[in-house]
């Protein structure tokens, strides 16, 4: 019996993305073979070492983090375009991996970023892995935007954070998209970030050298004061993402959609891989019914 191919679309929403690495399990344990991926931000990390063969490697890595050790892979920077450089864990598993030439993958593999410059899409098709894989995951304020070729690059989730419209596929197959920023549950209805006291120390420092310190113009107290700036950008930013994936969604409908709840963890806590990557498994066996 010949397997069902899938043309797998992987959604942007930081650690949530964990999630992903469980869809990819589930299919391939349930006879679906994926002919292509096209990924946004943690979506494109986890569908590029998947397409170069290392899902298995990245998922025992990942269920070895604490959250000490996240912290630690945040290479934290003091500029004005954001306080993460982000080259720390890609110069890691460079090391693990080897160069990558996207064209060289096991499957077909497309990644993309936004040129905030030209405001529209990049999409990556070959090249550097990891150069495409940094500037895919450039969260504008929060990662320090990629600089490369006249472009100024930042998070492919900025206009495209679920690249359907990327795929061609035949007739007799499947499209199977995750979207991370899926219905929220009952419980946590809005999430603020834990943050560490080093972290909060790098964010004062950052928010020091940017004039922006939770005051308005006048010096009241804002009415969100409760949460920090990077909360604040996540929150707007995570908004706009929802506005645009309903639209894609709407536009190019999958044959399968997963949807992992917006606030199952938030962007920085990797260290909850365990339980992401079984919440991915759950849901896309739900999804998958009636193709199994």
């Not at 299919?27 to 292509?36: K, P």
């Not at 998922?59 to 004005?80: A, I, Y």
């Not at 707007?236 to 959609?257: C, G």
């Given at each position: ?9 992987l ?35 986890v569908?590029g ?69 030209r405001?529209?899409?990049v ?15 450039a ?37 199977v ?25 790098a ?12 005051e ?43 949807e ?6 938030s ?26």
């Amino acid at each position: 019996m010949n397997k069902k191919k899938v043309h797998l679309v992987l959604g942007s929403g930081g650690a949530r993305g964990l999630a992903h690495i469980g869809v990819i399990e589930v299919l391939e344990e349930n006879g679906f073979e994926i002919v292509s991926v096209a990924g946004c931000s943690m979506g494109a990390v986890v569908g590029g070492l998947f397409a170069a063969g290392y899902n298995q490697a990245y998922k025992e890595w990942m269920l070895t983090l604490t959250r000490n050790m996240v912290f630690n892979l945040l290479d934290f920077t003091f500029t004005r375009q954001g306080f993460i450089k982000g080259e720390r864990v890609f110069n890691f598993l460079r090391e693990v991996t080897g160069d990558q030439e996207i064209e060289n993958l096991k499957v077909p593999f497309t990644a993309v970023a936004t040129d905030m410059l030209r405001n529209e899409a990049v999409t990556y098709t070959s090249g550097d892995l990891y150069k495409a894989l940094r500037a895919s995951i450039a969260i504008p304020g929060v990662f320090t935007p990629v600089l490369e070729n006249g472009q100024f690059l930042v998070d492919g989730g900025v206009l495209n954070p679920l690249p359907l419209d990327l795929v061609r596929k035949k007739p007799d197959e499947l499209v199977v998209a995750v979207n991370l920023n899926g219905p929220a549950t009952e419980e946590k209805m809005v999430q603020k970030v834990n943050e560490s006291p080093e972290a909060v120390s790098a964010l004062l420092k950052w928010l020091h050298l940017t004039g922006q310190d939770g005051e308005s113009v006048s010096g009241h107290a804002s009415p969100l004061t409760d949460y920090s700036l990077r909360e604040l950008l996540l929150l707007t930013y995570n908004m706009t993402q929802d506005r645009l994936t309903s639209l894609m969604l709407q536009t190019y409908p999958p044959e399968v959609l997963v949807e992992i709840p917006r606030n199952s963890c938030s962007t920085f806590e990797f260290y909850k891989a365990k339980s992401q990557i079984e919440l991915g498994r759950e849901t896309c066996l739900k999804a998958l019914v009636p193709y199994t």
